[in-house]
Each structure stands twice: as structure tokens, then as C-alpha cells.
């Protein structure tokens, strides 16, 4: 009697199952809080990503653009940095010719933790160098690159934020009470900041730039 046929069914299933965690992981969210989901999402040429279903407002914001077919099979080009809103439905998106890369951030049903500001100091956003490329009533984006040895002036962050961090550099981040702390970011980097700081900011080590979107 052949005793190695049930292992074999057995094996069968195992490894449908793994295919199913292997889709699941690359769906895995690298944020997940009370405000956002974020997915971190890179796509090859010709190969679709893994379909994330929207329960409501998301982002797509480009760390690397160019040609890419949606799911509906409509091909866009899309320039790093950019972003691109929606709601609702499905996405799973394919590089026409090139890698590229996406960062999805889910908008959860939550409400504001906007502050006002009663600091007296600028807000954040917008600061010298920094470019609008996307606002609507719930968030606003910014694409900006820190200038070695050029400090930004002491502000306020009224908004939450997601950073994308794109280059390789360390930041210092000196508070009111004259307080540093050096934070390392590397490329690829994906950070949630809360609302309600002062601070300024400086690239002491390599360089840096980064994309920020701030919820409303």
C-alpha cells in the first residue's frame, strides 16, 4: 500500500495556503493606527500588485513615478512625489516599463485632531522650499528637501503627518526649550508624526528629502 499519497494531499493544501500568505503579506500595512492605514507598495514591470480593497478616502502618493496601469487598465503617468486621491473600490496597479513605487495611505472615519495654534510660531507647512502638489478638505501634500547647514525656522506642526523619507541623512529636531534629538532616516522610510509640536529641523549628516502629507 502507497503510504506517501496522503502526505501528498496534504502538501497540496499547504502550499495554496502559503501562496495566500505570501498576497496577504505584501498587503501587510506598515501603519496602523486610529487615523491611517499606510501600505507600502512596489510595483515591477508587467507584474500587478496584490489588490487592496477601499472602505473609503485613500492616497496614493508616488515615492517613484512613471507609466502605470491601474486595474482598470488605463495607463497614467505619475511624477515622483506626486499623489492622486480616490475612494472606494479596488487597486492593484502594474509598472508599464519601469519599477516603481507607491505609498497607499487608507483614511480612516475619524475625526480631526487638527489644533489650532496659539504659538505665536508659523506653521509648518508651507516654509521656503516646500511645493504643494495635492490639498483637498482632508489632507494636503507637500514634497520638500532639507538644505544641509540651513536650519528651518522654529514652527509649529498644527496637523498630523505621514513622511515619506526619501534619501539617506540624519535630521535634528531642537524644541522651544533648546532640546536636540538626531533621528537616522533611510529611503524608503515611512514615519507618523502627531499633531500639537514646535520644533526646527536641520540635515546634519548626508541629505534628505522627503514626502509629507498632512490630515486636516
Do not use: C
Request: aromatic letters at 6%; zero cysteines; hydrophobic letters at 40%.
Amino acid at each position: 500500500m502507497n503510504k506517501t499519497l496522503p502526505f501528498a494531499l496534504v502538501a497540496l493544501p499547504l502550499l495554496a495556503q502559503g501562496a495566500l500568505i505570501q498576497g496577504a503579506w505584501a498587503q501587510a500595512p506598515v501603519i496602523d493606527n486610529a487615523r491611517v492605514v499606510v501600505r507600502d507598495v512596489a510595483l515591477e514591470p508587467g507584474q500587478a500588485a496584490p489588490v487592496i480593497t477601499h472602505a473609503g478616502d485613500y492616497v496614493i502618493l508616488y515615492r517613484k513615478g512613471g507609466s502605470i496601469r491601474g486595474s482598470d487598465g488605463k495607463v497614467e503617468s505619475h511624477a515622483d512625489g506626486s499623489a492622486v486621491y480616490g475612494h472606494g473600490g479596488s487597486t492593484s496597479d502594474t509598472a508599464v516599463s519601469a519599477p516603481a513605487h507607491e505609498v497607499i495611505v487608507e483614511l480612516k472615519d475619524s475625526p480631526s485632531n487638527t489644533v489650532p495654534n496659539t504659538t505665536g510660531l508659523p506653521l509648518a507647512f508651507p516654509r521656503p522650499g516646500s511645493k504643494k502638489v495635492f490639498e483637498n478638505d482632508k489632507v494636503r501634500v507637500w514634497n520638500y528637501a532639507w538644505v544641509p547647514g540651513k536650519p528651518t525656522a522654529m514652527h509649529f506642526h498644527n496637523t498630523e503627518v505621514v513622511v515619506i523619507y526619501l534619501q539617506d541623512g540624519d535630521i535634528a529636531s531642537t524644541t522651544q526649550d533648546g532640546k536636540t534629538a538626531v533621528n537616522h532616516r533611510g529611503p524608503g522610510d515611512i514615519v507618523y508624526n502627531l499633531a500639537n509640536r514646535s520644533h526646527s529641523e536641520e540635515v546634519v549628516k548626508g541629505q534628505q528629502s522627503g514626502i509629507m502629507l498632512e490630515l486636516k
